[in-house]
């Protein structure tokens, strides 16, 4: 079965904190994709990578960054956290071909305070 | 840009009735997916539906995509209450690797 593994189920930080989401896929899967999701707005995507040190934004990526170095691995960095920050970050990760469904990972609820 | 919208928002029916969610989508595509998220949960996959005309079906679930409409639906069958759950569909926007998801349709199957 496919794994995604993301670090944390909960953090709290606070305000002006840097903060680290670390999402690990152990499928070999190209596709690595950050969302948040929010209460009433669904899933929106934060930014996506379709290969290793490659990153292109999605809809709402604004205050994040990502780090992808290794293929197994893709980060989502809040550079100063702000309350308007805190969701339920969810990674996911797909292979790439015809079938490209999304494979999850449980999540990480995220507070800034 | 693309965008999904998923309709009704919150679905709440007795055991044993029938209903059927809506997904909409803005422009062209013919990849799109279902998932499940159950209270507390992260997503599963239900569904990939990946060309014009496409049915796919899982016990009481009924999938199918109008790429000309831009619409696709998800038909619940004689439902029953292990089918609570919120559902979403998102849409590949076509050549980007971005998959757009919709807002989600919160069902209540009440016994």
């Known amino acids: 079965d496919v794994k995604v593994t993301q670090s944390s189920r909960y953090l709290v930080k606070r305000t002006g904190e840097k903060v680290f989401l670390e999402c690990v896929q152990d499928?070999?899967?190209?596709?690595m994709f950050w969302y948040r999701q929010d209460p009433g707005l669904g899933l929106r995507l934060i930014y996506f990578?379709?290969?290793?040190?490659?990153?292109e934004k999605g809809d709402i990526p604004e205050g994040y960054s990502v780090s992808r170095e290794k293929k197994e691995r893709f980060s989502l960095i809040l550079e100063s956290a702000s309350t308007n920050q805190t969701s339920m970050y969810l990674c996911?990760?797909?292979?790439?071909?015809?079938?490209?469904?999304?494979?999850f990972g449980s999540g990480t609820q995220l507070s800034v305070l | 840009e693309l965008k999904v919208e998923q309709n009704p928002l919150f679905l709440s029916m007795q055991e044993g009735k029938n209903y059927t969610i809506y997904c909409n989508y803005s422009?062209?595509?013919?990849?799109l997916y279902w998932y499940r998220q159950d209270p507390g949960k992260s997503l599963e996959s239900l569904f990939v539906?990946?060309?014009?005309?496409a049915v796919k079906q899982e016990g009481r679930l009924m999938a199918s995509l109008d790429t000309k409409a831009r619409l696709s639906t998800l038909h619940i069958t004689a439902a029953v209450h292990d089918l609570s759950a919120t559902y979403f569909c998102?849409?590949?926007?076509?050549?980007?690797?971005?998959?757009?998801f919709g807002t989600g349709t919160r069902l209540k199957v009440l016994a």
């Open positions: 996911a990760s797909s292979f790439g071909g015809a079938d490209e469904k999304l494979f």
């Open positions: 998102a849409v590949e926007d076509s050549g980007t690797y971005k998959y757009i």
């Open positions: 422009t062209t595509s013919d990849r």
């Open positions: 499928m070999d899967h190209e596709n």
């Open positions: 990578s379709y290969d290793v040190k490659m990153k």
């Open positions: 539906l990946l060309s014009n005309g």
